[in-house]
Structures are given as structure tokens and as C-alpha cells.
């Protein structure tokens, strides 16, 4: 392609809105630009890179035995309202009504209409399993839109879909989808950890993230230092060893703390380690009170206290709710004489505290010497707790690393949950109907280009992996008006694209500078200077991703670069 026939805005200077690396030199090299807050067009550039990522995801979902197809992003609420995730997906989810005053959705997600397809379609047991996918706009109102594509408001996915007969089936799918996934970004180079995840609004459990390490991702990877455990930070089991201190048990204290309202404040006030401390909180869980405790020094994880009690939603309970319930305020909040009809749950190092401090449920009062055995009831022990850098990896090989990661693809097992909610059954081998077991397999298209660009950058722009260049080579002749240069950067053009390759040829009337400059902000993995040598048939390369620099005849080009690209 001529640069001066395509469309390739680049930017100097970095723009006011952009926040993180990927957003800033994807729109300074005239790959996307945005039309409004989270949504972005992909200009010529950015389109080339996509399909790059888009066939590779191809590749591998067919060679994973998934059938493609393409589905609506216009949805009838009925089919929502049938999963009742109309009432409860929440406000991300982008409502309208036609001019008959019918309410649809923009997808967000596809299951209530793949479900409603291989319901109306599939009816024995001979025909499954099932898998199909698509690569679709999705779209998703977020409340604030950021970080250029990794979260935007409209967005290219890959969603895959599998039906089963039996759980055997489903897990055989789901570790195929797992391997796939796993080749899909291993070629497209990325560091990357598959990791232990929830599934939230999706529903079905047993769920893997995989996740792009990187320092601007919203969620933290929490690894094991020997071992190839990963998971999400908010999913990672506790297995720590706790001990009992030695000392003598004794009798409990009430003391005043004036005006000392957190963990920090009372351990300092009185001389205690924040690990001899009970932290107390109130939580809504779904419609219940729950009171959960867990040791000073660590932090209570909503999302097993969701998952202990089966529970669609979990919240901090507000100081009105607190004071309704326990007829006290949050600050002095303890475990000690509470109503015997509230539930108190605790975290498994709970126990194993000596002599510790807990609110004493009254305004500027604390206990001392709080012992959980004596002083008062738990329902259960249990792993309540974010697990911590340091603790023990949950596999028992190595301690808990932390990373920050962007989620780029995501796979869930969904069991039944929208089979039974929307009556897709088939008949099994003795003729009776049985609801189908569904698995869900997601990529964010995307955002895979913008963690792409998030790992494969330096000072002067991206570094494309040879997978997904928009171009494998950049020609440009230093003076595009001596004729010598404009004819053999032409004569390479063309010899290049016959040798299959692709080209990006910089044809363009501009001083040397801008040129070179544009070049590295593109990020093409090798740049064909053709310059004063050219009359001797000799032409410049740069290779992007080190920097390195060679004189070569142009007889040996080809050669070249066919032993140092991957094709």
C-alpha cells in the first residue's frame, strides 16, 4: 500500500485524554480515533491489525471443532426477561424501544440468544456436543469509559458457546477451549497467565481469566513463585498454617479508646499488632444480615462470603443498617454480646487469636483479651480472606506473588444456568427430555490490540509482534524526488509484494524526519531506508524491535528478510 494513498494520521504530540501507552500511540499513529466518550473507529490501521487477531482466534476455534456464525446485536427483552437477567445485569446494559414502544437490548453478550437458537434447532442427544461462535460488536454502557480500548462502551468480541449431554463433555470442551486459548495468545506473543477466576453476572462456576500481565491492568494476579498456579487475587484460596500463641488466656478487659475508630488506630493506641485484632463488619447478603470477621492485618473478600452462602449479591452493610440490626455504630463494632439471631461467620485465623482486641459495641469502647472459644459464638470458620503477597501458594509449591493484568479472554463453565431458565432440552438415549449443560468462551478482540500495545512498545512508538504488523515492511526513499531513490524504493515495492510480503510504501512528499519518525510510531517490524546508496544498489534496514541497523544490496534483501520474518 502507498502511505499516500491510505489514511494514516499520526500525532505528535501526546493527546490530553490519554491516559495509558496503548491509548496514546494507537491514536498518534493513526490507528483509531475516537467519536465519542468509549467508542472508537478503527481507521485503516487499526482495521489490518484486527483482522491479524481476529484470524488467529479463527484458526483456533476451528481447530478446536467450533462452527462460526453471526448473531444479532439488537435483542428482544423477552429473551432477557426469560433468563431474568433483564431485572438483574444492571445498568452497563443499554436499553431502547422501537417505534412500537417494543424494548430491546444492544448485546452485551450473546446466551439468551445462542440458547434460544439450539433450543428451536437441537432436539436429541445425537446431536451434541455443540460449539459455535462469532466475532461481534458488543456493546456495554460503562459508567466511566477509559484506558482507550481496554474499556470502551463498544467493543469487538469473540463469544463462543458449547452444549453438552453430560458434564464429562462439557469438561473435555472446556479444557479443549482452554488449550486453544492458551495457542491464541501464546501467537500473538503476550505474556500472559491463565488464572483462577469468578464468573459474576455471567453465572456457572469453575472459570479461568486469562490475563496479560501489565502494569496499567484493573485486576491483580495473585502467583505462586515455583509453580504454575495463578488466579485472580479476589479467587485465590488461603491455605495458611496458623499457630496458637502459648500464652496463658486472661480475663477479659473493657477499656475506653477515645476517638481511635480504625484497626491502626486502636492497635496503636494500645500497643498491640493489628493481628491480635478482630476486624467486625456487617454485610447484606442478598436479604440476610451477616456478620464476618477476619484477623486485623487482613482484608474480608466479598466474593467468598458470596460464594460461602450462594449468594446473588453482597454488600457492605451501611452505619443505618448496622445501627438497625446491632443497635450500635460501626466504629466500636464487635463480636461480643451481639443479638443471638444475627449469623456470625469468621475467617479461619479468627481462631486462632490469644488474647486479642475487639469493638465492644459501644462508642469509644474496646475489649481486651477477647479469646473466640470464651467470649463468644461463630457459626463457622472458613476461608473469608484476600489472600496476601507472602502467604503460602494454595498449590503448596512456592509463596503468593502479586501482578497486575489485563482480562483479555475469559471461559466459564455454565452448567444449566440458562437451559433451565429458558427450556432448552433435548431427549436423551431412553426418549426423555434433559436440559442442556452449556459452557461460555469469551475474547475481547479489541482489547487484545490495545495489551498488545501495552507490552510491545519503547520511547519512539509500537513494536508489532511479527503476528499481528498491520505491514511486515516499511520502504521509504529519503528523497522521494531524485529519481534514482523513487525508483528503486518503486522497483522494491514491488518485488517485495510478489515475494509475499506485506508493504507499507512511503511515497510521500515530507522531509526525512517526519518519515523516519512516522515509521517508528507504526512500529512495522523492518524499515527499507533507500538512500544515497541507492545507485548502488544498496539500501538501509532497521529492525524495529532492536534497534539494529545494516547496509544490504538489494540482491540479498529478499533473502534477508524471508530468514528474519515470520510469514
Known sequence: MKQSMTLIPTLREVPADAEVKSHQLLIRAGYIRQNTSGIYSFLPLGKKVLKKVEDIVREEMDNAGAAELLMPAMQAAELWQESGRWYSYGPELMRLKDRHNREFALGATHEE??????????????????????????????????????????????????????????????????????????????????????????????????????????????????????????????????????????????????????????????????????????????????????????????????????????????????????????GSLGPINLPTSVEIVADAAVEYIVNGVAGANEEGFHYKNVNPSRDFNISQYCDLRFIKEGDMSPDGEGVIQFAKGIEVGHIFKLGKRYSEAMGATYLDENGRAQHMIMGCYGIGVSRVMAAIVEQFHDDNGIVWPDAVTPYQVHVIPVNAKNDVQAGLAEKLYGELKDAGFSVLYDDRQERPGVKFADSDLIGLPVRITVGKKAEENVVELKWRKTGDMEEISVEQLIQTLRRNIVQ
Do not use: W
Open 113 to 330: 440468544v445462542i440458547t434460544t437458537i439450539v433450543r428451536d434447532e437441537i432436539k436429541s442427544y445425537k446431536k451434541l456436543p455443540l460449539t459455535l461462535y462469532q466475532i461481534q460488536t458488543k456493546f456495554r454502557d460503562e459508567k466511566r469509559p477509559r484506558f482507550g480500548l481496554l474499556r470502551g462502551r463498544e467493543f469487538l468480541m469473540k463469544d463462543a458457546y458449547s452444549f453438552h449431554a453430560s458434564q464429562e463433555s462439557l469438561d473435555e470442551v472446556y479444557n479443549i477451549m482452554f488449550t486453544a486459548y492458551s495457542n491464541i495468545f501464546t501467537r500473538l506473543g503476550l505474556d500472559f497467565r491463565a488464572v483462577i477466576a469468578d464468573s459474576g453476572a455471567m453465572g456457572g462456576k469453575d472459570t479461568h481469566e486469562f490475563m496479560v500481565l501489565s502494569e496499567i491492568g484493573e485486576d491483580t494476579v495473585a502467583y505462586s513463585t515455583k509453580s504454575g498456579f495463578a488466579a485472580n487475587v479476589e479467587m485465590a484460596p488461603v491455605m495458611a498454617n496458623y499457630e496458637r500463641k502459648t500464652e496463658q488466656i486472661k480475663d477479659l478487659e473493657k477499656i475506653a479508646t477515645p476517638n481511635q475508630k480504625t484497626i491502626e488506630e486502636v492497635a496503636d493506641f494500645l500497643d498491640v499488632s493489628s493481628s491480635d485484632c478482630i476486624k467486625t463488619l456487617g454485610f447484606k447478603v442478598d436479604d440476610k444480615f451477616v456478620v464476618v470477621l477476619v484477623r486485623g492485618d487482613h482484608e474480608i473478600n466479598d466474593i467468598k462470603i458470596k460464594n460461602l452462602y450462594q449468594a446473588s449479591v453482597v454488600d457492605l452493610a451501611s452505619p443505618q443498617e448496622v445501627k438497625e440490626q446491632l443497635g450500635c455504630p460501626i
